[in-house]
């Protein structure tokens, strides 16, 4: 299988504090994406790090991307109840078209 | 600018029974993709298409039928459901430029029970 592997598959943290979720692959990557998925909702797209990268940040979001360990992960700083969701990394192959999805990290944050 | 929109929402088929998922992208995008949800599984990608008129196979495209008639519009088709296509059914849309991959724009999904 060429899907990404999310750890850890579930994760519940206060609100204030930092939640980090790790995504490890086995083929080589074009670029590695994240998305964010709430419950019953379509995913929606929260960043992309190509290949040449090794971090890059978004707001509260930052990602790192080792493509000598195949792994990547998310920090998301100072987390807030909103944050409660599901994250995906998905990574794009070398010379594919499409992308292959992780199984997700379920993310609670509590109040 | 609606992005990607799904057609229906929900929907439950006895098994035998066909339908047709409609998903309409107004990005013009190039790339469509049609996935399945499943409880502990993540998205599995069933059918891709990379711009009208040509359709490719996924990882689980049994049972499954695609068309890209027009460059907005990605149909997905099931000639006789079976119990194992419960499921959520997402759509994704995206542009492609330079042979890099760019970010999926998702729909909201279609939920198919199979009695």
């Known amino acids: 299988s060429q899907q990404g592997e999310e750890d850890p598959q579930a994760l519940s943290i206060q609100e204030g504090e930092n939640a980090t979720m790790n995504c490890s692959y086995k083929t080589s990557i074009n670029n590695l994406q994240w998305y964010r998925q709430n419950s019953g909702r379509g995913l929606v797209h929260l960043i992309l790090i190509r290949s040449n990268e090794r971090e890059k940040h978004s707001g509260r979001l930052r990602v790192t991307l080792d493509t000598s360990k195949k792994s990547s992960s998310l920090l998301i700083t100072a987390s807030r109840a909103a944050d409660t969701a599901s994250y995906f990394c998905a990574t794009g192959p070398t010379g594919a078209n499409n992308l292959f999805f992780g199984t997700g990290t379920r993310l609670t944050v509590i109040p | 600018n609606a992005g990607v929109t799904q057609t229906p929402k929900f929907r439950v088929l006895k098994t035998g029974q066909s339908m047709t998922l409609l998903c309409a992208q107004d990005?013009?995008?190039?790339?469509m993709y049609w996935y399945r949800q499943d409880p502990g599984m993540g998205l599995r990608l069933i059918h891709y298409?990379?711009?009208?008129?040509?359709?490719a196979k996924g990882e689980v495209p049994d049972g499954y039928n695609v068309s890209r008639l027009k460059k907005q519009n990605f149909l997905l088709g099931l000639e006789s459901a079976a119990p194992s296509q419960t499921s959520v059914y997402f759509c994704a849309s995206s542009s492609h430029q330079r042979g890099s991959y760019n970010e999926q724009f998702f729909g909201p999904g279609t939920r198919l029970t199979v009695l």
């Open positions: 298409s990379v711009g009208e008129g040509t359709t």
């Open positions: 990005m013009n995008h190039e790339y």
